[in-house]
Nanobody
């Protein structure tokens, strides 16, 4: 029933920016924490950022802090990941995720806890 659809990925040169979007349906979006993760071939899935129901609290991975910001628009059931000053090391498939309970906050999502719903992912490729 829960459906998450990412968009906004593509090819960008190093130093450029991209804005990813995740449209959600089938859940009470405005009361759920949401998160972004990424994965590259041969590597485990990695936490990127999370945001609480109101957008007032966020958790961003140290590896991208200062470059990536997470935001949400509850009126449109959408969460965004704004990526600035991109480097080739940021190349990955980026997926959004939602937990099984609205009681799970940004910290739980950052620790890969209570995650239940995933989108199909969108590919981000950063060239040198």
């Amino acid at each position: 029933q829960v459906h998450l659809v990412e968009s906004g990925g593509g090819l960008v040169q190093a130093g450029g920016s991209l804005r990813l979007s995740c449209a959600a349906s089938g859940l009470s979006f405005s009361i759920y924490t949401m998160g972004w993760f990424r994965q590259v071939p041969g590597k485990e899935r990695e936490f990127v950022a999370s945001i609480d129901w109101s957008g007032g609290t966020t958790n961003v991975a140290d590896s991208v802090k200062g470059r990536f910001t997470i935001s949400r628009d509850n009126a449109k059931n959408t969460v965004h990941l704004n990526m600035n000053n991109l480097k080739p090391e940021h190349t990955a498939v980026y997926s959004c995720a939602a937990p099984s309970t609205p009681l799970a906050g940004p910290g739980h999502v950052a620790r890969n806890s209570y995650l239940a719903h995933w989108g199909q992912g969108t590919l981000v490729t950063v060239s040198s």
